[in-house]
C-alpha cells in the first residue's frame, strides 16, 4: 500500500493505492497523519474503533472524520492505522437485517500525543473530489482534506 500527499488549493490531498479495501483505508489514514505532522514518533498508546456507513464511500469518510473526531477528544495523532473492511452481506444472509446493509470497519491506530508533535490542524474531510475505485487487480482513493 502507498500514498502520497498531493497539494490541492488551500487544502491537502491524499492519494492511495493498495491490494485490498482494507489496506487502502489504512493507506489513506497513514495519509492523513503524515498531511498532519512531518515526523511521527514511536511514542502512543493504540486504540481501538469502529465505523459503520450505508457505502463503501461514505464508509471512508466517516473512518476519517472518525480519526479527526479521535484526535480532537484523545489530544492524540492518529497513527500506524490498521483496519477491516466488511462490506454488506447478500440480502437474506443476515439474521439482523440492519447489519445487512451497512459497510463496516474495525481498526486501530496509535495515538501519538499531540505535545510530541509539530502538527498542522487538519480540520475536516470533504467529499470534494473524492474518488474511491477498483483498479485492475487493486484499489485508488484520492481524499481531500481542509486544512
Known amino acids: 500500500m502507498t500514498y502520497e500527499l498531493r497539494e490541492h488549493t488551500a ?11 482494507s489496506a487502502l483505508f489504512a493507506a489513506v489514514a497513514d495519509g492523513l497523519a503524515a ?26 469518510f466517516d473512518y476519517l472524520d472518525r480519526l479527526i473526531y479521535e484526535r480532537d477528544v484523545r489530544l492524540v495523532l492518529p497513527a500506524d492505522h490498521r483496519c477491516t473492511v466488511v462490506e454488506p452481506e447478500p440480502v437474506g444472509a443476515s439474521d439482523d437485517a440492519a447489519d445487512a ?19 498542522r490542524e487538519v480540520k475536516a474531510v470533504t467529499y470534494s473530489e473524492m474518488a474511491l475505485e477498483r483498479r485492475g487487480d487493486g484499489w485508488y482513493a484520492y481524499v481531500v482534506f481542509d486544512v
Open 101 to 119: 446493509d451497512e459497510w463496516r470497519l474495525t481498526g486501530s491506530a496509535r495515538g501519538v500525543p499531540l505535545d510530541a508533535v509539530s502538527a
Open 35 to 60: 498531511a498532519s505532522a512531518e515526523s511521527v514518533p514511536a511514542a502512543g498508546e493504540r486504540f481501538d474503533l469502529e465505523v459503520a456507513a450505508e457505502s463503501r464511500e461514505a464508509l471512508l
Open 11 to 21: 487544502d491537502v490531498a491524499v492519494e492511495a493505492t493498495a491490494d485490498t479495501l
